[in-house]
Each structure stands twice: as structure tokens, then as C-alpha cells.
């Protein structure tokens, strides 16, 4: 009954390669976000899908790009890794409509290691 | 979006109270205030929220002052299993972006 779950948990890779990283929600809710965690431990936002509709993209560099197949699954795909990639990445989804009435829940994030 | 300032680590004692104040002196009208914890190798979770006064669930209180400009969560006898991360967000109404801060590390000793 796992509420948002992301694949792999865990990803080494080298250098140039593309990646991609999947996430699932089954708590029915209207917006999904991914969130940068790097080694000093802040959480950036980085995207955040609506309806399957784009509604925030910060300054992430364009090698990044999310995909929302349907309201429940915002995958995020990466091409031509760099070693400055190396983070942990979570997937988070809200009730995005309503607001302050609305916490996000996270999963448990996918350790991306760039060799 | 309010900036929010905590201290960066604090140590407690299992069975203490530990208070944790955050300041956020530019929040706006309708921001809210808002609490999340973050264990090892896991996303962070949801804790509490509140808008003015005090809160109380079943896990934390928040304690909001009239102005606003701060909030402190209180956990109550803690335990070794509250050591994680807490970070304090304000996070304004029909907004999207929930924006982090550095968050504070707790360490709860036996």
C-alpha cells in the first residue's frame, strides 16, 4: 500500500549516459513534483506537474525532463549525465487544488550516483 | 515566498521536551506554517501545520504567536527514534511550490 513509490532505489552510472527515473502515486492526488537533495542535504524544487499539465520548472538545466503519462506517474528522464548530478532525487505528489490544506507526501528517493 | 531560519542542530536527552523555534519574519497573510521530518534514506514527511495559535496532533505541537514572524514545535518526550531532520517551510495558499530550508538535525541521546 505503498503511497508514492519511485524506481530504482538506488542508480550508479557513468558519465554521458541517460537516465531514467520512474514515480507512482496511488493517494489520487492532482500534482506531482520532483526534488533535488544534494550532499549538503537541501531539497531543491526542481519540477512540478499539475494534471499532467507543467506548472513549475526552475532553473534545472534542460538535460532533465519530466514526463506525466497520466496524473499518477511523473517519470524523470536525464540525457548526458554529469558527475554534478549526483544526488538523491524524490518524488512527491499533493492535492495540489487545495492549497495549505494540501502537505506533500515524498517517497523514498533514488540515490543517482555519476561515475 | 517567506525565507524561514533555524537553528542548525540541536541534542536532546530521550524523555525531554525538545522545542525547535523557526523565524520566518516576512510571512505573508495567507502563508501557513508548516513542519516536516526527514529520517535517514527517506523522503520527508508531514507533522503539523497551522496558521495562528496552536496546534496539537498526535505526534507534535505548534506554537504560533500573533505576529507571526516565528513558530516553535514542541515534541514531547522524545525518544531515539525522533532523531531526524525538521524543517520548517512557509508555504502560502494554492501555492505549489513548497520551498525547504536547511533544516535542523536533532540528535537524541540515550
Known amino acids: 500500500d505503498t503511497a508514492v513509490s519511485q524506481t530504482p532505489k538506488y542508480l550508479v552510472t557513468q558519465m554521458g549516459n541517460d537516465k531514467s527515473i520512474k514515480c507512482e502515486q496511488n493517494?489520487?492526488?492532482?500534482?506531482m513534483y520532483w526534488y533535488k537533495q544534494d550532499s549538503k542535504k537541501f531539497l531543491k524544487i526542481m519540477f512540478s506537474?499539475?494534471?499532467?499539465?507543467?506548472?513549475i520548472n526552475e532553473t534545472v538545466p534542460n538535460r532533465f525532463s519530466p514526463k506525466s503519462p497520466d496524473k499518477a506517474h511523473l517519470n524523470l528522464h536525464i540525457n548526458s549525465l554529469e558527475l554534478g548530478d549526483s544526488a538523491v532525487y524524490f518524488c512527491?505528489?499533493?492535492?495540489?487544488?487545495?492549497?495549505?490544506?494540501?502537505?506533500?507526501?515524498f517517497g523514498n528517493g533514488t540515490r543517482l550516483t555519476v561515475t | 515566498l517567506a525565507k524561514t531560519t533555524q537553528p542548525i542542530s540541536m541534542d536532546s536527552y530521550e524523555g525531554q521536551e525538545v522545542n525547535i523555534t523557526c523565524s520566518h519574519n516576512?510571512?505573508?497573510?495567507?502563508?501557513?506554517i508548516t513542519w516536516y521530518q526527514q529520517f535517514p534514506s527517506q523522503g520527508p514527511r508531514f507533522i503539523i501545520q497551522?496558521?495562528?495559535t496552536k496546534v496539537t496532533n498526535e505526534v507534535a505541537s505548534l506554537f504560533i504567536p500573533a505576529d507571526r514572524k516565528s513558530s516553535t514545535l514542541s515534541l514531547p518526550r522524545v525518544s531515539l527514534s525522533d532523531t531526524a531532520v525538521y524543517y520548517c517551510l512557509v508555504v502560502a495558499t494554492g501555492g505549489f511550490k513548497t520551498i525547504f530550508g536547511a533544516g535542523t538535525r536533532l540528535f537524541v541521546k540515550a
Open positions: 497551522g496558521y495562528k
Open positions: 493517494l489520487g492526488h492532482d500534482t
Open positions: 506537474y499539475n494534471n499532467k499539465e507543467l506548472i
Open positions: 512527491a505528489s499533493s492535492q495540489g487544488d487545495r492549497g495549505w490544506d494540501s502537505p506533500l507526501h
Open positions: 516576512n510571512i505573508a497573510t495567507n502563508d501557513y
